[in-house]
């Protein structure tokens, strides 16, 4: 049993998969940050577009 728990423990055949693995995590999470930061960036864009081009039209009619 202790020979059986010891090749287990040294062997390295997996490790490349796990860390890829998580490598691939790290960037689809970083990813995923940067994609919700720009559409809240571009909400607030069209926000501000909207309100300025509303108060254009406002005093364009007047």
């Known amino acids: 049993m202790a020979t059986m728990m ?3 423990w040294l062997e390295e055949s997996g490790q490349d ?3 890829y693995a ?3 995590a790290f960037v689809a999470l970083a990813a995923a940050a940067i ?3 720009a559409g809240a ?5 069209w926000s501000t ?3 300025v081009l ?3 039209n ?4 007047s």
Not at 41 to 45: E, S, V
Not at 58 to 61: D, I, N, P, R, T
Request: proline share 0%; hydrophobic share 55%; no cysteine.
């Open 6 to 8: 010891r090749s287990f």
């Open 17 to 19: 998969l796990i860390e």
């Open 22 to 24: 998580l490598l691939l």
């Open 35 to 37: 994609f919700i930061q």
């Open 41 to 45: 960036t571009l909400t607030g864009i």
């Open 49 to 51: 577009t909207n309100l």
């Open 54 to 56: 509303s108060n254009a």
């Open 58 to 61: 406002s005093v364009a009619a």
